[in-house]
């Protein structure tokens, strides 16, 4: 554990995808345009020896061995590939010692500028969490539509100003919000946990259109993001379903079954606004089942209280 801030910003870049996804990121970060001193981490386990192995072509970069990482699921299984997510982004943040932490995916790739445009943005505003701006970088379907459902609000242009949510995607704290939080990250990061808990204490989570970063997931079939969908979305149904009373966990298995047309209608109005209606059309049928897959997965953490 870090005894104290040494660097300006550290930034922690989680392994999804891998390979090729990494290097893409790394390389984006270690050109940053007018970037402050940088501590830029990626935590890898067993399952990613390829990513250990770069440590050599990034010695800019500190490489973080976590060794085996036993997990609830296998690893390999929807379950198990989003917990190795979450515990390397919380074995990264154990190590981040920065004044301010942010976290990217090695699929969304840092424009030139966002290093020193969060840096002078948490500079100028009060707030302790300040996310910014995914815009898509793929323009096959399937990828499409998986950033038209997760991102597509965060797509630029929008007004500065306080959300309900940001992303960890592309988020930047201060770091009072990251001792804050330190319990509920500790083991497992899991980004409503953490944010939930900052808005009760008081922080506002803010979104800045400027700080920009570039999605590109991989996914070749429908039927294998589907089953991924289904059970992220039982995490966080888990999650959301936790401290809620038995009325509210009824409510929201109650009304699981019209959540995805009344975001498919939402998602469409956002893309609408974008100009990117002809591109929502063509991918509606992909969208719709994103959702659904989404909503049974969330419907049933919420049922089971098993993620």
């Known amino acids: 554990m870090s005894t104290g801030p040494t660097s300006v910003l550290s930034v922690i870049v989680t392994v999804v995808d891998g390979g090729d996804a990494v290097v893409e990121v790394l390389d984006a970060l270690v050109r940053q345009a007018g970037a402050p001193p940088l501590e830029i981490l990626v935590a890898w386990d067993d399952t ?11 010695p800019a970069v500190r490489f973080i061995g976590m060794g085996p990482v036993a997990t609830a699921r296998p690893p390999k299984s929807p379950a198990g590939q989003h917990e190795l997510f979450d515990r390397r982004r919380s074995a990264a943040l154990t190590h981040a010692s920065g004044e301010l932490v ?13 290093a020193a445009t969060m840096v002078r943005a948490h500079r100028d505003l009060p707030h302790g969490v300040i996310g910014g701006a ?14 038209a459902v997760d991102y597509g609000r965060y797509a630029p ?3 500065t100003g306080a959300r309900d949510w940001v992303s960890d995607v592309n988020v ?22 953490v944010h939930w808990s900052l808005a009760a204490s008081g922080e506002v989570l803010f979104l800045i259109p400027d700080a920009v970063v570039e999605f590109r997931s991989h996914y070749a079939t429908l039927g294998t993001l589907a089953r991924q969908r289904f059970h992220w979305g039982r995490l966080f149904g888990q999650v959301r379903a936790g401290d809620a009373s038995v009325a509210r966990r009824a409510a929201l298995v109650l009304a699981s079954p019209i959540v995805p047309f009344v975001l498919l209608l939402r998602h469409g109005r956002t893309q609408q606004r974008l100009g990117n209606a002809p591109s929502y059309l063509r ?25």
């Open 283 to 307: 991918a509606l049928p992909t969208v719709l089942a994103i959702l659904v897959a989404w909503s049974a997965g969330e419907a049933w953490g919420a049922i089971t209280g098993r993620a």
């Open 134 to 147: 995914i815009a898509p970088a793929t323009t096959d379907v399937l990828n499409w539509s998986v950033w």
């Open 157 to 159: 242009p929008f007004a």
């Open 102 to 114: 942010a976290m990217v995916e090695d699929r969304a790739r840092p424009r030139p500028d966002w």
């Open 48 to 58: 990613i020896p390829e990513v250990g192995a770069l440590s050599t072509r990034f």
């Open 172 to 193: 930047c704290y201060k770091r009072r919000c990251i001792e804050a939080t330190r319990t509920t990250w500790h083991d497992r990061y899991n980004e409503a946990r």
